[in-house]
């Protein structure tokens, strides 16, 4: 059965689609081998669980076994699964809907898919369960941290179309941020520079090379010290915004990442990243019609920061 054809095939659970990875080069023996070493932070009792209740399968769809040889190349598809895992307290808001595209308002600290600690409460798990629609895809991300506009395909058969207006850099992206003035930068200014993984795995960097970062910043309000900037980018390198705000001197507000990296379980949710996805506009590949999207959430205002 061809790879995609396999994943596809696969039924989710709970709304979960099923995750793949593939057994590289190594010294395991048995498949509970590989997964016990692939992924520390899960005990090889919970693996062996999952095994026992067919969430471990091959690349042919058929449940595996712990002791099941652990073929070099080969994938297995497997089921995410937390036991515990603490409640977001913020809501979404569907903004738009027709046949092919789905416009969501996030809140901060929702994450857009399930990751690491975050299974169902991510955006893509809430809309599948609130909207009853397995085939739901985002076709672009934004940050946990960030709040604003997320697009979703609703069918395969257009998904690509939408995808490609990303890929081909044929969205117009706006975005607010609250962060410090300063009253020596020349304003408006587009910061142009390459940007890739720092010294932190979770933090990205200004580096000297060929740019892949654009970005054009201009400052909407003024309250000393804060500034509500608008932020456009021509780009889309990860934490792009935040890497070019602290790159001017000027950090967004409640920023737990940039310039330091705080603690991992500290972040308070009564102090949000002050970064919203504002507008997104794009010709529709399918009715050729303009599209125009604008975020409901707000930013705190100024002169209470």
């Known amino acids: 059965m061809p790879l995609a054809s396999a994943l596809r095939d696969l039924p989710t659970r709970d709304g979960v689609a099923a995750s793949r990875v593939v057994i590289a080069l190594g010294r395991w023996a048995r498949v509970i081998d590989f997964l016990v070493d692939r992924f520390p932070h899960i005990s090889e009792d919970d693996w062996r669980k999952r095994l026992s209740q067919g969430l471990v399968l091959g690349d042919k769809g058929q449940p595996l076994q712990a002791d099941t040889p652990a073929l070099e190349g080969g994938w297995l598809y497997y089921y995410r699964s937390l036991e515990r895992e603490a409640p977001i307290p913020f809501t979404h808001q569907v903004l738009y809907r027709d046949a092919h595209l789905l416009v969501v308002d996030k809140p901060h600290f929702l994450p857009v898919i399930p990751s690491g600690k975050y299974l169902q409460e991510t955006l893509l798990m809430r809309l599948k369960q609130s909207l009853e629609v397995s085939d739901l895809v985002p076709i672009h991300r934004i940050d946990r941290d960030t709040a604003g506009l997320v697009l979703f395909s609703l069918q395969a058969a257009s998904r690509n179309a939408y995808s ?61 010290p804060w500034a509500r900037y608008q932020l456009r980018p021509l780009s889309g390198q990860r934490h792009q915004l935040r890497v070019h705000m602290v790159a001017l001197g000027l950090p967004i507000l409640n920023d737990g990442i940039y310039p330091q990296l705080t603690p991992e379980g500290s972040s308070d949710q009564a102090k949000p990243l002050q970064l919203l996805a504002k507008r997104l506009a794009f010709e529709d590949p399918i009715s050729g019609r303009h599209m125009a999207f604008e975020s409901q959430l707000r930013l705190l205002p100024l002169p209470g920061v």
């Open 164 to 224: 490609a207006l990303f890929r081909e850099r044929r969205v117009e992206k706006t975005y607010e941020a609250v962060a410090a003035f300063d009253p020596t930068l020349a304003l408006p200014v587009r910061r142009e520079s390459r940007i890739q993984v720092g010294t932190h795995f979770m933090q990205q960097a200004e580096v000297p090379g060929a740019v892949n970062a654009i970005t054009d910043i201009n400052v909407l309000e003024v309250c000393e």
